[in-house]
């Protein structure tokens, strides 16, 4: 005979698993750790700029690191005061180049913000890693948006920072340099000499800065890099100055292409003022003629 079965009135229960709960802001802040090391006193001064200031103007060549130093230090602003800052918001003037349309990138809309977020997404990966910078974005504590997104909107309690600004018009600069509060930081950062703009005189940068530095205000500082403050690579400097030289080159031939399709415009006119006049004159005369040989 077998052995008979143990019977109790106990009936086994499914084990569920526990729904891991997401991070809260004080503890997602805690695990920021930062550390960076100056390469030169330029950047200094931009880390103390944007500390000390309400608006950061910041403008200069490719490869200085004015991306990387901005994002540090509205990481480390914002770990200090949460209670001041709710967010850290980035923005991105987006103009659209030949072949680079928002609509030939793969993925959704949020796929192709990504995309061109990426030059502040590489500094988010670099000084506290992709993870942790995933977690700050789905918490909301860190947000992309592309600059016409947030045109005519007010700003409260945000460290804001935009790039490319050198491909922002002179009318939508001041409408976002209007629109936020006392607890807002601004950081502006761009390089003149990558206007993507059709016409590059629409700019607001390069006259943004020239007002500023003949109109200083308490609050408002600017930060200007220069080649000798390039640490990306050896060779960046030399190539800025290789295609400064061909855009100069090029310089004098766009001027003439310009003078010409104004002649071109000039001549286009006179031509259809004269057909004008000879359709009038023809107008006349038939009518002269219709009214004498009746």
Not at 197 to 212: G, M, Q, T
Request: with cysteine; net charge positive; proline share 3%.
């Amino acid at each position: 005979m077998g052995r008979p079965r143990k019977v109790t009135g106990e009936t086994s229960v499914p084990q569920t698993r526990s729904v891991k709960q997401p991070l809260t802001k004080v503890q997602l802040l805690q695990n920021i750790r930062l550390s960076i090391k100056c390469k030169n006193e330029t950047q200094k001064k931009l880390i103390h700029t944007i500390k000390n200031n309400d608006v950061t103007i910041c403008t200069g060549v490719a490869g200085t690191g004015k991306t990387l130093i901005s994002v540090y230090e509205a990481l480390n602003l914002f770990k200090l005061h949460p209670e001041t800052y709710k967010e850290i918001k980035l923005v991105k003037s987006i103009t659209q180049l030949k072949n680079e349309e928002l609509g030939t990138l793969p993925g959704d809309e949020k796929d192709k913000l990504k995309f061109h977020m990426m030059s502040f997404l590489d500094a988010f990966h670099k000084l506290i890693g992709e993870d942790l910078t995933n977690k700050l974005i789905e918490s909301g504590l860190i947000k992309m948006e592309v600059f016409g997104a947030i045109r005519g909107r007010s700003f409260t309690n945000s460290i804001i920072i935009i790039d490319e600004f050198q491909n922002i018009s002179k009318d939508n600069a001041k409408t976002f340099l209007t629109r936020f509060s006392d607890d807002t930081k601004v950081i502006v950062l761009g390089d003149s000499g990558q206007i993507d703009l059709k016409n590059k005189k629409d700019s607001a940068l390069e006259p943004l800065v020239n007002k500023v530095k003949n109109r200083p205000v308490e609050g408002v500082d600017i930060v200007i890099f220069d080649k000798a403050d390039v640490v990306r690579h050896r060779l960046t400097s030399y190539f800025i100055d290789v295609f400064e030289s061909i855009i100069a080159d090029d310089e004098p031939k766009v001027q003439n292409n310009q003078k010409i399709r104004q002649e071109n415009t000039i001549k286009s006119k006179s031509s259809v003022s004269n057909d004008g006049k000879k359709l009038v004159w023809f107008r006349k005369l038939k009518i002269f003629l219709k009214r004498t040989f009746k």
